[in-house]
């Protein structure tokens, strides 16, 4: 082992469930190394596994929020990220976000923004607005 052990404590929200997950991992911060699961409880399924050993070494986010539209039955819509991105660039994606402003109608699905931040996502609608 090249690295110093420590323990986290993660919460899984892959799905649901939300597994308290207690984890030994190497710290990363060895010269040329990068955080290294060791073990880990407390997580139901082999997909919290995946997930921590994300969160070490390059953790992601989904983001999820409103925009303002004009001309619609509601006046913000909900909109998401369609994919996750680098918690890094969250707040740099969430600041383009707030420039938008939208026109009715809009559809589940919808892109409204494409690579914000330089991110590979798009940011889509997550509610129906129709036309007022
Ligand atoms: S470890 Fe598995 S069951 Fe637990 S929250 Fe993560 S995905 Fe869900």
Redesign the pocket.
């Known amino acids: 082992m090249s690295g110093k052990a420590v323990k986290g404590e993660f919460v ?1 929200v ?2 649901p ?3 308290f997950i207690e984890a030994e991992y190497e710290d990363g911060k060895s010269p040329g190394g990068e955080a290294k699961l060791l073990s880990l409880t407390g ?3 082999q ?2 596994e995946a ?1 921590v050993s994300q969160e070490l070494s390059a953790p992601m986010r989904t983001i999820a929020t409103s925009v303002p539209v004009r001309g619609g039955d509601f006046l913000l819509a909900s909109v998401r990220t369609k994919t996750p991105i680098p918690l890094a660039k969250v707040r740099d994606v969430m600041g383009e976000i707030r420039k938008l402003s939208l026109d009715a109608p809009l559809h589940i699905g919808q892109t409204i923004l494409r690579n914000p931040s330089g991110t590979e996502t798009e940011i889509i609608v997550t509610r129906e607005v129709q036309s007022a």
Do not use: A
Request: contains cysteine; hydrophobic residues 15%.
């Open positions: 899984c892959v799905c469930n939300g597994c997580n139901r399924c997909r919290g997930w």
